[in-house]
């Protein structure tokens, strides 16, 4: 089984590639228990040069097989670095009893948005880093065929001990700030994209209201709740799904999202793999 999380879609793109190579279900994050058969795997984003609280606290409470997983590799999403995230990965699976016997980075396009110097790449790297991911992607699953052992395959970029052991435990204390969440009253049309794209169920549609509905089949005519608007509880994971999912750019943070781009890549497409 591969378990990812994923807000932008990159993390799950990269699983359910991951899972049709291997021949492997995938399933997201937040399960109360791992398989009991087979060799465990993890597709997750790197946040802030480490792993998002959310995904350590589901690893330190989720229910392990009776029998230890005699493998278990995980793949890290990332924009231009890792860090040391693996090695809090590795830390929090050891807590548990788990050996991290490889793991692997894959780049994906920039999704972060949040902060000053931080936005989307532009649309010619988003392509590159697209089709580079692909080829990347096949030659993890091939090596996780294998089941290579003592693999480190990443990208831990300059002053890792810094931004992993400084700027990762600051961002976790600072840097989620659901109250900030807001929308555009002007262009916000009540679709309810954020609401369900959000991945652990965080917002919720307000003042929603009865629409009447006409379709070319009369079965499928009626009412049914839509309009209102979005309204964000405390649960958030700074994942930006909500962000990047709106189709109006009607999701804001504060004033710091104003002039920042969107990854829309797999909310506009069809497919949800690489």
């Not at 089949?217 to 994942?239: A, I, M, N, V």
């Amino acid at each position: 089984m591969i378990y990812y999380f994923s807000g932008s879609g990159n993390s799950r793109a990269i699983a359910k590639a991951l899972g049709s190579a291997l021949t492997e279900r995938t399933e997201a994050v937040g399960g109360y228990a791992l398989a009991e058969q087979g060799c465990p795997g993890f597709v997750l984003p790197v946040y802030a040069w480490g792993i998002a609280p959310f995904i350590l606290d589901w690893i330190g409470s989720v229910k392990l097989p009776d029998k230890k997983p005699q493998f278990v590799w995980a793949v890290l999403d990332y924009g231009d670095e890792t860090g040391y995230a693996h090695r809090i990965l590795r830390k929090a699976l050891a807590k548990r009893g788990l050996r991290l016997d490889a793991v692997y980075g894959v780049q994906m396009p920039n999704t972060y948005v949040l902060l000053p110097g931080f936005d989307v790449d532009s649309e010619a790297l988003e392509y590159r880093k697209l089709t580079a991911a692909k080829i990347r992607v096949s030659e993890i699953a091939e090596r996780i065929r294998r089941r290579e052992s003592n693999v480190e395959d990443i990208h831990i970029g300059p002053l890792p001990g810094l931004k992993t052991g400084v700027i990762f435990p600051l961002f976790k204390k600072w840097g989620i700030w659901p109250g900030r969440w807001h929308y555009d009253a002007e262009k916000c049309t009540g679709c309810g994209m954020c609401e369900r794209s959000c991945p652990v169920g965080n917002i919720t549609m307000a003042d929603q209201h009865t629409i009447s509905c006409v379709a070319p089949r009369s079965d499928q005519c009626g009412l049914y709740l839509g309009g209102g608007h979005p309204e964000w509880g405390k649960d958030c994971t700074s994942c930006l799904a909500c962000y990047h999912a709106c189709p109006h750019h009607a999701v804001m943070y504060g004033k710091a999202t104003r002039r920042k781009g969107q990854w829309r890549h797999w909310f506009k497409n069809s497919q949800s793999s690489l």
